[in-house]
């Protein structure tokens, strides 16, 4: 995809009189901030969770692991980090602190990091070689640092939260820059508690007092996206199963929302007042950490494009968690999978079966040629069609450049602009028949739409938009066979 930004070529239209006598169309409801912008072009990136409970053979460590149990015997950053380029992954958020409260960086403030094992005497700094590889590779980096602590004896208490911050100062300032900050909402309530082996309770409205939280990382990594449950700038889409809802709006009406409560993430709000765009998460394996047990059990490449399929194509974006083994390396077989659902994707997406089509709109706004229809097949997803401001029931016809086959349909919105769309259908010019057929409706379009669809031979498609909220918008339209694994 390329930048949101508003791009030479379109400027340049505009600027020798070709076009541009038409103001464009008014923002609608809630939009995306520039640094949302920028999230949304991401598209895809690794979860990286690594810690005492990859030794342990836990998922969510108690708080008493011995500091000596993180042990990697052949820890590789740069065979992560590879993995990670290999799979078309845009960045990597690392578990700096998982609930167990162990700190993979050596933490002036803490007692219970990598600095007390054996890994590398004591002198190892894992956020420092993730984040160093990240920065080489081109992989953008962001960080876990979870609020629930079942180490720390001052847990529920006024200083942890200074603790907190203070961690979080430190990752934010000597690590480069972050990308995403990923709060997490989950709190199990018992825990080891620096020996007291107790369960404790924390109001999770009150206790992080969260809007404090989030200025640090305003100040410190202002172009960083805050993710948790309820946002404030990315939303967790509700499950662990890489499902985004259909439809799914990255509008919501978030009011109340924090991490560790939210409601109806999966679809969010169509016209919601805050423009809260979803993360999907997913493991490839069952866990999130490494278990020798799971090895038989990594999602195949044609699980993963269903993932892709459901969630970067329902508008949000995809977080796949990668889990480093026992040596701190991805394992062989979950290498495997993602280069190869890798290699589906580029297959698939590299070759637009629209490419040399003509289009033919029902209206453009004010007949001028920087909204005309041809921008939703120029590959660029800084220009776009749009209609005049009282036409929204509108109509695309693509003459497509001889018969094409086809299951696979992509739509985007101008996002800058807002959600517009609610309604749409897609026909196909059936020859024999000599009539249109219906094949797909579509809901949500927002940052991108994938739409599955039978195979379909056809040298003509049309799209009715059929409700809006406003005059739509459309930035991007494709047509593709989806690779087969
Ligand atoms: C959850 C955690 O409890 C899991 O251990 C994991 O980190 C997942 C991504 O988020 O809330």
Sequence with gaps: MKPLLPSLAFALLGFTGLSGATPPPAPYGAVPSARQLAWHQLGTYAFVHFTVNTFTDR?????????????????????????????????????????????????????????????????????????????????????????????????????????????LRELLTNYGPIFEVWFDGANGGDGYYGGARETRHIDNTTYYDWPNTWKIVRELQPNAVLFSDGGPDVRWIGNEKGRAGDPCWATINADGFFPGHADHLETGDRDGASWIPGESDISIRPGWFYHASEDTLVKSPAELFSVYLDTVGRGTNLILNL????????????????????????????????????????????????????????????????????????????????PRTFDLVQLAEYLPLGQRIWEARLDYFDSISEDWKEFAAVSSIGAQRLVPCPIISTSRVRLRILRCGVAPTLADFGLFLRARP
């Design 323 to 402: 889990a480093p083994d026992r040596r701190g390396r991805i394992p062989d077989q979950d290498v495997a999978s993602v280069t190869q659902w890798q290699r589906m994707r580029k297959e698939t997406f590299d070759k637009n079966l629209v490419a040399g089509a003509k289009v033919h709109a029902t209206n453009v706004r004010g007949n001028d040629t920087q909204f005309s229809a041809v921008h939703v097949v120029d590959g660029d997803r800084n220009t776009y069609w749009a209609t005049d401001d009282d036409v929204r029931a509108s109509k695309l016809i693509f003459e497509l450049d001889g």
């Design 59 to 167: 998922e969510w460590g108690l708080g008493d692991e011995s500091e000596k149990v993180f042990n990697p015997s052949d820890f590789s950053a740069e065979q992560i980090v590879a993995t990670v380029k290999a799979a078309g992954l845009a960045g990597l958020i690392l578990t700096c602190k998982h609930h167990d409260g162990f700190c993979l960086w050596p933490s002036r403030y803490s007692e219970h990091t990598i600095a007390k094992s054996p890994y590398r005497n004591g002198q190892g700094d894992l956020v420092r070689e993730i984040s160093d590889a990240c920065a080489k590779a081109g992989i953008k980096f962001g960080i876990y640092l979870s609020p629930w602590d079942r180490n720390r004896a001052d847990y529920g208490k006024p200083s942890y939260i200074e603790y907190y911050r203070n961690q």
